[in-house]
Each structure stands twice: as C-alpha cells, then as structure tokens.
C-alpha cells in the first residue's frame, strides 16, 4: 500500500530504518504501520492477537512478532533485533472503584503500561547509542497528565510512563541524535475499552480516530517533538491542572 511518510528532517530518517511497534494487532499500532507503510521502513510489529497482528503484518509488509508484553519484554527484543524507532504503544486499561479492582488487574495495567516499555527500553537503548542515533516514543494518555475518576491505576501508570519518558529525554542529552517523544491522546476510538469491559461513557472529550494518532506519532518522530497532544487542545487541561488546581477540577466535574 502507498504511504504517506516523508523521510524525516532532523532525526532518524525513516526510509531504511527498522521500526518495532508494540500493540500493533489493532488500534493506534496498527494505524501507525498503516500510516509508516510505504516509507521504506522495516517494520516490527508485536501484539497479542495472532489473526490481527499478522493480517497487520501482511498489509503493511511488516513482520510479526506474537507476545505479550507483560511477560516476553525479553523475547521481543530479542527477536526484533537492533531496532531504529521504538514505539511504545501497548497498553491495557481497567474502569471503576479502586477497591473494587483485582488484585491480577491492578498487576496487568502496572506491567504492560509501565514496566514494559521501561524494559524494552532498557534492553533495545544500547544499539540506538552504539549506532549513535534512534527514537523512543511513549504513547501514554492525557490520562496520565490529569488523573480520570474511576480510572486511578491506569492513570497512575501513564503518569509513570511520562515522568520516565522526560527523566530520559533528560539522561540522552548527550547523545544529540536520540530522541525521545511522548505522545498524549485523549480518548481513541480503538477496541480498548471494550477490552477493558467498561464503555467510555463521558460527555467529553469525544473519541478521534486511531489514524489521527498515528498521524501525531510519525509527526513527533519526524520533526523530533518532546511532547504531543491529540487532539491539541487537550494541553489546555494539563497545563491548568499544574497552574491552578482548583479551577481544573471544578472543569472536570462539570464535564463529568
């Protein structure tokens, strides 16, 4: 299929380049294979799902890696070798009272949100600095900037993954041609909530489609952004929850 990447301007150029994406049997991962095929990447896809990642796999001519990473961190990065671009997409989610989630949950949203992507870096970082260039994008949630009622861990988590993703920005500083890039969407019309087994009952924000963060992710690596919000209005929010707290919750009650 034809895509619509360009190489990029001041990173890693993508045609030629091998890129590992997590979470990639459907939703945000798989839009952004779609969006990256076609631009001369070497795309790795990893994800659960066997029938999806492969039927991803084979239209965007990627090749697949089925595992879960709450447990195989280590095998994909294995398997997928020295990689170029990490996109860190793979999340799990959980809604409702706190007291009310399984212990086995609570377990499950701490490893694939957090730890994995912690892990993989970790493990996939050294080829990136032998090579002497590479990104890492992070795709955590607005959640994470924000906190969501009903929904403590999972935005404990992305908060974690933001937090780790600006100590490493930090840590890379020496090393000019590595990026790093958090993206933050909002709500995404994915199968993730029903996956979760609670549907998104919120007035706002209303939910985009996967294809319009995807579109934010390629952007983020190809114009080597720190930070990216989708839709962008969602940086409104995050910023006043910093600047005056009290205002941003008397907002979030009344947008329920």
């Not at 990642?53 to 001519?61: D, M």
């Not at 260039?133 to 992070?138: I, P, Q």
């Not at 919120?202 to 996967?210: I, K, S």
């Not at 190809?222 to 940086?235: I, K, M, N, Q, Y």
Request: charge should be positive; proline fraction near 6%; glycine fraction near 14%.
């Amino acid at each position: 299929m034809r895509g619509r990447v360009a190489e990029g301007a001041g990173g890693v150029r993508l045609a030629g380049a091998r890129v590992l994406i997590t979470g990639a049997s459907s939703g945000v991962g798989a839009a952004v294979a779609r969006e990256m095929a076609g631009s001369g990447a070497a795309l790795v896809l990893a994800g659960r799902d066997r029938a999806r990642l492969e039927a991803v796999a084979a239209e965007t001519g990627g090749r697949a890696i089925v595992a879960d990473l709450a447990t195989d961190t280590g095998r994909v990065a294995e398997s997928a070798g020295a990689v170029d671009v990490l996109v860190s997409n793979a999340g799990a989610g959980w809604a409702g009272p706190l007291v009310a989630m399984p212990h086995d949950r609570l377990a499950e949203l701490a490893a694939v949100n957090l730890i994995a992507p912690i892990g993989l870096t970790r493990l996939l970082l050294p080829g990136m600095v032998e090579a002497g260039r590479g990104h890492l994008v992070f795709v955590a949630s607005i959640a994470g900037a924000i906190g969501v009622g009903n929904e403590a861990v999972y935005s404990a988590t992305k908060a974690g993954l933001l937090i780790f993703a600006e100590a490493l920005h930090e840590e890379l500083r020496p090393f000019r041609e590595i990026g790093v890039s958090v993206v933050l969407p909002g709500v995404v019309d994915t199968p993730f909530f029903q996956r979760r087994g609670v549907p998104y009952g919120r007035r706002r924000p209303r939910p985009v489609p996967p294809e319009r963060v995807a579109r934010g992710i390629v952007a983020a690596i190809r114009h080597e952004r720190a930070e990216s919000f989708v839709p962008g209005w969602l940086r409104l929010p995050a910023r006043l929850r910093g600047a005056a707290p009290g205002p941003f919750r008397r907002l979030v009650r009344r947008l329920g």
